[in-house]
């Protein structure tokens, strides 16, 4: 008895430590919206948000080992409530109810256009190279305009990445498949028919919605291929635990910074890098 007592003694100081507490704004009008962030963001022995309508000001418990601050506040975005660090998607917003339709604060463009113009600068310092890794690798293509269509989800512009799904198809029904090793060659056959199947269906639609639904098989085919392809610069394999309803969905970047195709500028940074392919 007393071995359990001391046990229940040492668990509890430790989960006390392991508590943290923050104060963090998020977004909402009234007391419908007070019962849904606080019951988006509990959860038992986990985390408990304590919300105020009238400061707009969330106080948020959470056991660090089992949980964080970001992690609750996506959950409390999927519910459709905005906050320093998340902002929901649109539809789930335009879905709530009236009285809950709060005045949204300006969003991640600015995070936005600073990553198009990183890319415009990675685009330019990679050019030279690009004709030289053609010829090298016949999946070279490819694997650009995988990137040009993940590029474009970013964005969240389904008509960008409407017409860079076209390019990334006639790519990779142009590869030579007799110029490849024999491990790429074997992986390539694999993949190929699902592979055109989720390009054919990106760009058989405009709807960015839709089109996320085909990059998450997309992506993991295209991981498949660039495990055994030669890349000239590192890959990183990035996941987002939030997308396709909670399932999680991964894709491939050139940049280790998270920008994530499944939600754009409202959860640009959700994710993490893990893997990086050399």
């Known amino acids: 008895m007393a071995i359990s007592v001391l046990l229940s003694f040492v ?70 409530y905005d906050s320093e660090l998340f902002f929901a ?31 415009t600068a990675e685009h330019s310092q990679h050019g030279a190279m690009a004709q030289e890794y053609q010829s090298k690798n016949p999946l070279a293509g490819v694997i650009e305009h995988y990137f040009s269509v993940k590029d474009a989800l970013v964005s969240t512009d389904g008509s960008l990445a409407y017409n860079k799904a076209e390019i990334l198809l006639k790519s990779a029904t142009e590869v030579e498949m007799d110029k490849l090793p024999m491990e790429v060659h074997m992986t390539w056959m694999k993949v190929l028919k699902d592979l055109k199947a989720d390009i054919g269906n990106i760009a058989a639609t405009k709807d960015v919605g839709e089109q996320r639904v085909y990059f998450k098989s997309l992506s993991k085919n295209m991981f498949e291929v660039i495990k055994v392809s030669k890349s000239e610069t590192p890959v990183y394999y990035q996941f987002c635990p939030m997308a396709d309803g909670g399932k999680g969905a991964n894709w491939l970047s050139l940049e280790e910074d998270i920008r994530n195709p499944y939600y754009g500028s409202q959860m640009l940074s959700c994710g993490k890098t893990i893997e990086t392919i050399k």
Not at 17 to 23: C, F, I, Q, R, T
Not at 93 to 118: F, G, I, V, W
């Open 11 to 80: 668990a509890g100081s430790a989960q006390r430590e392991n508590l943290k507490s923050e104060s963090v704004k998020i977004y909402g009008n009234c007391a419908m919206c007070e019962k849904t962030i606080e019951k988006a963001g509990n959860l038992n022995n986990e985390a408990k948000v304590d919300w105020d309508k009238d400061t707009k000001m969330a106080i948020i418990s959470f056991d660090s080992l089992a949980t964080s601050k970001e992690e609750i506040l996506k959950r409390i975005a999927l519910a459709g």
């Open 89 to 119: 998607p649109e539809d789930t917003y335009a879905n709530l109810p009236e009285c809950c339709q709060y005045e949204r604060a300006k969003n991640d463009s600015h995070n936005m256009e600073a990553h198009k113009k990183k890319k």
